[in-house]
């Protein structure tokens, strides 16, 4: 497998013939109980009430990124190509095998949290991986991998599109205003009222203006911070009330569907700045880190323009009402 960059949208992709033959599956999980295989532990946050662990992250069994060697990113005419270098971990949420984001209790997403900050905080320690990323793929339309409650991790020696499409934006509307686009838009949202969620403490909820999909739901921080790998140092009571909104969400968000993306968008790596990427000098006051939560509806799904130019069948004034209106 190999990295490759399209020269037109400056992309990269994952490519190659050496695709790992999914395993069955089966009813058994590899994660917990007798069926349960060995599995390269990184990391493990102790457990609530002397059980002996609440979240912890192992390597992938079918890591996509590799942690040796060097990317060795080199020229191919116009073309640019590099090995896959990187992490690809998988964040057990929870010991049981029933103990879901929106079924456990605050304290235990709060240790799933904290189990996500500390590797996002450890990988930024090399400086080949520019970008840590953290999702969960929920539910079979979603490409859900594991029975067991699990989000994922990569490490990635790029920052991903997503992310690099936000970090521009961000960079040029700090530019023109000297202030931080998504705190504008949250204090807009707080002002008018029509597409909050929920509020709790320093976190909010929200339906945003332009949603990719129906119900698509954005999680952030009140207070502006670039990187959600800080949040947990130092002020304790907020990780509780991220936690409890986190949770919260998700159940009304599966009051509509029970498949979802979520995924996590963060500072990029800035411990050895790249001089060609224009974005860092103010990446502290102009990004601002936040969760998206992408549901995947019963597909009424226009082919083309879904690919195209999203197309969103419910506004989100009609989405968080009924979200809102849930019996969580
Ligand atoms: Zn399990
Ligand atoms: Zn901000
Ligand atoms: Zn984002």
Redesign the pocket.
Same mark, same amino acid.
């Given at each position: 497998m190999e990295l490759r960059k399209d020269p037109i949208t400056r992309s990269w992709v994952i490519t190659g013939d050496d695709v790992n033959e999914p395993a069955p599956r089966t009813q058994a999980c590899r994660f917990c109980g007798p069926t349960a295989q060995p599995a390269q532990m990184i990391a493990t946050v102790p457990g609530l009430d002397g059980g002996a662990w609440s979240a912890r992250s192992v390597v992938h069994p079918q890591a996509l990124y590799h942690i040796e060697g060097e990317p060795g990113r080199r020229g191919d005419g116009l073309y640019d190509r590099m090995g896959p270098v990187g992490a690809h971990e998988v964040l057990l949420e929870n010991p049981r095998h029933d103990g879901h984001l929106w079924n456990v209790s605050d304290a235990e997403v709060e240790r799933f949290l904290r189990l996500a900050a500390q590797r996002i905080q450890d990988l930024k320690r090399d400086s080949r991986f520019k970008y840590i990323s953290i999702f969960k793929n929920h539910g079979e339309p979603a490409g859900q991998e594991f029975d067991h409650p699990t989000s994922q991790l990569t490490a990635t020696t790029f920052v991903p599109r997503? =992310?690099l499409y &936000?970090l521009r934006a961000g960079r040029d509307y700090f530019e023109t205003k000297e202030r931080c686009v998504f705190c504008d838009i949250l204090a807009q949202e707080e002002r008018q009222g029509v597409r909050i969620l929920e509020i709790r403490g320093d976190y909010a909820a929200f339906c945003p203006f332009a949603p990719r999909v129906p119900y698509e739901t954005w999680i952030l921080p009140r207070s502006h911070e670039a990187a959600f790998e800080r949040t947990g140092s130092g002020r304790v009571g907020s990780v509780a009330d991220l936690a409890s909104l986190l949770r919260r969400t998700l159940q009304r968000i599966r009051t509509v569907t029970e498949s979802f993306h979520l =995924?996590l968008?963060t500072a990029p790596n800035n411990l050895h700045p790249s001089s060609s990427l224009g974005y860092w000098k103010t990446l502290d006051d102009d990004y601002h880190w936040?969760i &998206?939560i992408l549901p995947i509806v019963e597909a009424k799904a226009k082919s083309y323009t879904f690919k195209e130019v999203y197309y969103s069948p419910v506004a989100s004034e009609t989405a968080v009402k009924r979200l809102r209106d849930a019996k969580i």
């Open positions: 997503r =992310v &936000e =995924v968008h936040h &998206e």
